[in-house]
């Protein structure tokens, strides 16, 4: 059923093409308050597609639709910056299409014990750089499924559900969540780099790695809260005042 309503979510979106289920394959099979991840691919389409209709009412109409909203901005933020998908459609309030980056994630290649050379993690660190400059931290690039070694050898970046605009924060947390980032870039590069992390970086990869342990949300866990909190608050009295906070995250 599932399925059936995405094929005619994408028709509307593309209607000048054909789908058809057979095309549609689940790649990540999300539990409870976590998206399935789907991929369609055909001769014309290959698109990577999160979806929370089978999660339960009081999650589709919360921060399911916090979730997307957030992904939907972010790339739209990062349009035309090199690593991120350039074409992103929002399906339904609680659905988001993207296209499918081919590549490798750093995660894979370090279970593997493959190695990436320097020259891309100097590229990664100066996408993160970029999106920051655009106002924009992602959170979650700790988790090296999230970057990926594409076909061309160049990195990317995927899963924006978690990133957010940072400019309102304090200086101090502001830099905690850029550090976030770029502690996610020195993982990945001591995990799978031919060169190991070295001189500054290194140092900072080390301070930042002991302030997170002192950090009681460590990361991201706390933006989820929040939209937890910002999606139950919307269904009571006074919603269209979340709502006004919500849109400008």
């Given amino acids: 059923m ?14 000048e093409r054909d789908f058809h289920t057979d095309n549609l394959i689940v790649l990540h099979k999300g539990r409870f308050a976590n998206a399935i991840v789907y991929r369609y691919k055909d001769d014309q389409t290959d698109l990577v597609i999160k979806d929370f209709q089978h999660s339960p009412w009081i999650v589709r109409k919360t921060f399911a639709r916090l979730f997307i909203n957030q992904e939907y901005k972010a790339l739209a933020r990062l349009q035309g910056m090199n690593g991120v998908s350039d074409e992103f459609h929002r399906l339904s309030s609680i659905g988001i299409a993207y ?10 290649l370090s279970k593997q014990g493959e190695t990436v050379p320097k020259s891309f993690f100097n590229q990664l660190e100066h996408m993160v750089s970029e999106m920051h400059r655009r106002g924009l931290v992602h959170l979650d690039l700790r988790n090296l499924g999230n970057v990926i070694l594409g076909e061309d050898g160049k990195p990317y970046f995927i899963d924006f559900q978690s990133a957010m605009t940072f400019a309102r924060f304090p200086k101090w947390l502001q830099r905690y969540m ?55 608050a919307s269904q009571l009295p006074g919603a269209d005042l979340v ?3 919500s849109d400008r995250l």
């Fill in 2 to 15: 599932n399925e059936q309503v995405l094929i005619s979510q994408l028709s509307e979106c593309f209607p």
């Fill in 99 to 108: 296209a499918f980056i081919e590549g490798v994630p750093l995660r894979t």
């Fill in 178 to 232: 850029r550090g976030a980032d770029l502690s996610g870039v020195y993982k990945g590069w001591n995990s799978v780099c031919e060169q190991p992390v070295t001189g500054h970086k290194k140092a900072f990869f080390k301070n930042f790695n002991q302030l997170r342990k002192r950090w009681i949300f460590r990361g991201y866990p706390l933006h989820r809260t929040y939209l937890w909190l910002c999606g139950l």
């Fill in 243 to 245: 709502r006004n906070i």
